[in-house]
């Protein structure tokens, strides 16, 4: 089984001294992915790939170099001499609020459908999954997104099913642009993730009810509604779950919290495990990953969810 990732990879910058590291909503949800089903005993064979141009100096080799080692296939990485990855600087006040700064208007993942045929365009009818998320269509032009849908629509017509996350930044681009973008992509989607407060932002709904409402519109069959610290709802052949997670006492950083339950819920749905249970072991990864600094915690921190997803995955 192949699923392919698109999306941007940006330097992250932050603590004093000074500590670079490296994320991006798609990427943690890949490499989330990627070790939850890498040599696991009891789970189908998943092959991730992760589609996204960067620049080709030392830091975007070694970045490529870094995701290689996760287990994650970087045949759909372009890499451009002239262009580099996105910066971000977090800083964090005397109130313990994180504040956000970004470099990254002309980074190498906005050229990505711009520089001709990349690897993804000629090897798209060979996957079965296709992960993107709000960000993955916000840094592309116009022209790329309506190039992109279409080349998705083909992918449907070959039995390619579309997984979709609403995350949404509001320096990217404005709600209007994104509301219509949602909508074409929701269109398409097979499995829909959408985070309640990003799908407020955007649409403006004042109710969950409105959410459900717009999915059965556009025909998803599959739908995750995260509500933060609440009980996530999960749709699913006109059936309604409710799975709320355990609450954690000792949050550190809630970054990557979505992307990870994200990554958690698929390793159970790729390999047939029921909804319901891809939620739960969802919710158990995301409970981990708030409890250390920044979105990616080490490897060693999840060797317990591997033992978890296990069991979801054989019952």
Known sequence: MKIAFFGECIIELSGQPIQRTFSGDTLNTALYLSRLVKDHPHSEPVEVFYATAMGSDAVSNELICSWQDEGINTQLVSQFDDKNLG????????FDELS???WRNDSAAKYYFRRGLTTL???LEQFDY???SGNSLAILSQPCREYLLALLMNFKVFGGKIIFDNNYQQQLWSSVEAKKSYKDILTLTDIALISEENDFA???DQSTA?????CKEYNVSEVVIKRGSGASLILNYDSVSMVTPKQVDNVVDRSGAGDSFAAAYLAVRLNTGAAKQAAE???KLAAKVIQHPGALIPSSAMPDMVEISKRYINE
């Open 87 to 94: 910066l971000s600087l977090i800083e964090r006040n005397q």
């Open 100 to 102: 956000f700064s970004y």
């Open 121 to 123: 365009e000629r090897q």
């Open 130 to 132: 296709f992960y993107l």
């Open 202 to 204: 955007v649409f403006e």
């Open 210 to 214: 409105e959410i459900i409402d717009r």
């Open 281 to 283: 072991f969802g919710h």
